[in-house]
């Protein structure tokens, strides 16, 4: 099987600042990849797929990029409701699996 | 407005059965995947199945294989996870998921709040 690995696992930034999330893949997946966030008690929210597009009305601060088995999410001036925690999904074949989360935290 | 609304969950002791299901509302249904993904107290996401907007096709997690079942009906706007053999290690909050129409490509991009599913004795 395919495993996803991203890292940092948890990661302090304050508001404003640039911050990068990485999300590797242990064999290429092209492009196969979707990002997604979720706040503490709430369900997981669509960010971006196949590795670059942004997902209807979630806010031009938030870009991905990357191919074969190196991928990144990048949220350029971090907001408040931007603590959460973030996940990468592969889906280049079933079953899709996730990466295991990296959790943005309020430095 | 898309809405998945998912019933059924609950407490159950291990190596018993569960049904549950997930209304749909908002979007044609008929047209489009569906799949449930878990997550277990305090940790990540797991695919868990999906099945085509026909109900022809299903994919299972491995772990899931061969004690859950999937499936829909079209006429009602319902998702079903039938899980029998229920083990400890399936306590999640289980969601439902809609994908787009294409089964190969299931980027989720609407959810359901979630139900709790507690195995134990």
């Known amino acids: 099987d395919i495993q996803m690995t991203q890292s940092p696992s948890t990661l302090s930034a304050s508001v404003g600042d640039r911050v990068t999330i990485t999300c590797r893949a242990s064999?290429?997946?092209?492009?196969?990849l979707a990002w997604y966030q979720q706040k503490p008690g709430e369900a997981p929210k669509l960010l971006i797929y196949?590795?670059?597009t942004l997902e209807s009305a979630v806010p031009s601060r938030f870009s991905g990029s990357g191919s074969g088995t190196e991928f990144t999410l990048t949220i350029s001036s971090l907001q408040p409701g931007d603590f959460a925690t973030y996940y990468c999904?592969?889906?280049?074949?079933?079953?899709?699996?996730f990466g295991q989360g990296t959790t943005v935290e309020i430095k | 407005e898309v809405q998945l609304v998912e019933s059924g969950g609950g407490l159950v002791q291990p190596g018993g059965s569960l049904r549950l299901s997930c209304s749909a509302s908002?979007?044609?249904?008929?047209?489009?995947?569906m799949h449930w993904v878990r997550q277990a107290p305090g940790k990540g996401l797991q695919y868990v199945s999906g099945?085509?907007?026909?109900?022809?096709?299903?994919r299972y997690a491995d772990s899931v294989r061969g004690g859950f079942t999937i499936s829909r009906d079209n006429s009602k706007n319902t998702l079903y996870l039938q899980m029998s053999s229920l083990r400890a290690e399936d306590t999640a909050v289980y969601y439902c998921?809609?994908?787009?129409?294409?089964?190969?490509?299931?980027?989720?991009?609407?959810w359901g709040q979630g139900i709790l599913v507690t195995v134990s004795s």
């Open positions: 998921v809609k994908s787009g129409a294409l089964m190969v490509e299931p980027t989720f991009d609407y």
């Open positions: 999904q592969r889906y280049d074949s079933y079953p899709v699996t």
């Open positions: 196949k590795a670059s």
């Open positions: 099945v085509s907007s026909n109900g022809v096709t299903t």
């Open positions: 908002g979007f044609t249904f008929s047209k489009y995947a």
């Open positions: 064999q290429s997946i092209n492009n196969w």
